[in-house]
């Protein structure tokens, strides 16, 4: 699976758009962007994922550049309840591979009032 | 409620002792996951099952060992010959059919292990 790298910490206003970046410029074909976040002392938390297309859903919407080399997951009107550690995870998406994720240290989000 | 049990929420262990820590779904899915947590870092796969009767190493079995002889239960052993151990496990669960994108490992609330 590719490796991915995120910025460790980002601090973001209450009420405001969160944007997290994501490198993941080895990319393959094959390979889907996932996006979990982890709350303190808890089991991390399924977002967003996609392909190559943007995608959005009640939690948060997803941006992946047409190279697919970066991704931007978008909170869009951040809350205290968002403060967690956010992971992006680059996996092929095959039985083969064992459906496996593969966590990196992930970028710790702090919302401040 | 349909979701994934870990259980106890807190658990200490002795040297030399082995213990297990349970993990129960009711969300039929087929395939279960064990990945262990240390402070400040990301999560590390132990094993993971993909169907009753059969599990597979990930990447840090060693002082492990699983069984899967039910569908809704993957306990994880930690042995003795885990010289490290104090962790927070976590244990999840996904389909492995339909669209395999879409099948999302669902998270427990984790076991924290500590050694005294």
């Known amino acids: 699976d590719a490796k991915t790298t995120q910025p460790p910490s980002m601090d973001c206003a209450e009420g405001r758009a969160a944007n997290l970046p994501c490198n993941h410029s080895?990319?393959?074909?094959?390979?889907?962007v996932y996006w979990y976040r982890q709350i303190h002392s808890q089991g991390p938390q399924y977002i967003i994922h996609g392909l190559k297309n943007n995608e959005t859903n009640e939690m948060a919407s997803l941006i992946i550049t047409e190279d697919r080399k970066s991704s931007t997951l978008i909170l869009p009107h951040a809350t205290l309840r968002d403060t967690a550690v956010y992971y992006c995870?680059?996996?092929?998406?095959?039985?083969?591979?064992?459906?496996?994720?593969?966590f990196g240290g992930g970028t710790r989000v702090l919302v401040k009032p | 409620d349909g979701g994934i049990t870990q259980s106890p929420k807190y658990l200490f262990r002795k040297e030399g002792q082995n213990v297990t820590l349970s993990c129960e779904q009711n969300l039929n899915h087929d395939a279960m996951y064990w990945y262990r947590q240390d402070p400040g870092q990301g999560l590390r796969l132990i094993y993971y099952?993909?169907?009753?009767?059969?599990?597979q190493k990930g990447d840090i079995a060693e002082g492990y060992s699983v069984s899967r002889e039910k569908k809704e239960s993957f306990p994880l052993t930690v042995t003795s010959a885990q010289k490290n151990p104090t962790a927070f496990y976590l244990c999840a669960s996904s389909r492995t059919s339909g669209t395999i994108a879409k099948n999302i490992q669902y998270f427990g609330a984790g076991t924290r292990l500590s050694v005294l």
């Open positions: 995870i680059v996996r092929v998406a095959s039985l083969a591979a064992g459906n496996k994720l593969t």
């Open positions: 080895t990319i393959s074909g094959n390979e889907y």
């Open positions: 099952s993909q169907i009753v009767n059969d599990f």
